[in-house]
C-alpha cells in the first residue's frame, strides 16, 4: 500500500552502519554513471510502496543512484519485469503472445495505436501528431509499470532501446530476450514500408545487441546481487522483513 506521503523515509545511523557491516559499502545498483561507494542507504523495496526499513532490505547506494533508480523496481520485487527487443518485423509481438502468462500486463507500442486512432490501418505512420501521442502513452505507462509493487508480470516490448535503457535493465535485473534477425532479412520484410521505420531497422543493428551479449551481462549482474544477497529467487520470502 503506498504512503501517504512521498518524502524518504529516513534511515537511523545505527542501522546504516548495522548495513555497511552486514553487505559492504559498496553500492548495490551499479546503474549509468555509478560511483561506487555508498553514501545513502536505499530500499530495496522502495519505502514508498510498502517496504520496510530494516537491515534485510536495505543496502548501500552512491546518491547517483539512488536517485537515477527512484522507486523502480528490482525485479520480482514487486513485478516482474520482461523486456523483448529486437529490429522491426522480427516477431516481437507474435514472442509476446506466445510466451506471456494470460494475466500478464503487455506494453506493446503496435497494439497501443488502435487504441488511440481505432480507423488507422497500419501501425507505421508520418503523422506527427500520433507519433506524438504514441510516444507519450508508451512513456507514461511504462513509467508506472516499472514502479508497481504487486506481484505481477510486465512485458515490454521494446523496438530501439538506448544504450543506457539496457544498463538500467540489467542493473534492475529484467528479464530480456533478443529477437536476433539477420540485417538482409529485416531489409526483405522492410522492402514496402515506410522510411522512419527503415531507419530504425538500421538504428538497432548499429547496437549490435545479441542474447549471448545480454545473457553475458546479466550473469555479471547476478554475481553482484549475490554478493549483497539479492536475487529474485529470494523475493518471495516473507514480506515482513522487507
Do not use: F
Not at 21 to 41: E, H, I, M, V
Not at 154 to 168: E, G, K, R, Y
Amino acid at each position: 500500500m503506498a504512503r501517504p506521503t512521498k518524502r524518504r523515509q529516513a534511515v537511523p545511523p545505527e542501522l546504516s552502519a548495522q548495513v555497511i557491516a552486514t553487505y559492504g559499502n559498496d553500492c548495490w545498483l551499479q546503474l549509468p554513471g555509478c560511483t561506487g561507494k555508498g553514501t545513502t542507504s536505499d530500499h530495496i523495496v522502495p519505502w514508498i510502496t510498502g517496504g520496510a526499513t530494516t537491515l534485510p532490505n536495505l543496502r548501500r547506494a552512491c546518491t547517483h543512484c539512488n536517485s537515477r533508480r527512484s522507486d523502480r523496481v528490482l525485479s520480482g520485487y514487486g513485478a516482474t519485469v520482461h523486456v523483448v527487443m529486437g529490429p522491426p518485423a522480427a516477431g516481437k509481438s507474435a514472442y509476446v503472445d506466445a510466451t506471456a502468462s494470460p494475466d500478464a500486463i503487455v506494453l506493446d507500442m503496435s497494439r497501443l495505436l488502435p487504441a488511440l486512432a481505432p480507423q488507422v490501418a497500419t501501425v507505421h505512420m508520418n503523422s506527427a501528431a500520433l507519433s506524438t501521442a504514441l510516444s507519450a502513452a508508451w512513456a507514461g505507462t511504462y513509467n508506472r509499470l516499472v514502479r508497481l509493487p504487486q506481484p505481477v508480470d510486465v512485458w515490454i516490448v521494446a523496438s530501439l532501446p538506448t544504450p543506457a535503457q539496457i544498463a538500467d535493465w540489467v542493473a534492475l535485473d529484467y528479464d530480456m530476450h533478443v529477437m536476433e534477425q539477420s540485417s538482409i532479412t529485416t531489409a526483405e520484410k522492410l522492402s514496402n514500408s515506410d522510411e522512419m521505420n527503415q531507419a530504425r531497422a538500421r538504428q538497432w543493428y548499429t547496437l549490435g545487441l545479441t542474447q549471448a551479449h545480454v545473457d553475458a551481462l546479466k550473469a555479471r549482474r547476478h554475481t553482484q546481487l549475490r554478493s549483497v544477497g539479492l536475487m529474485a529467487s529470494i523475493a518471495d520470502e516473507s514480506k515482513s522483513s522487507w
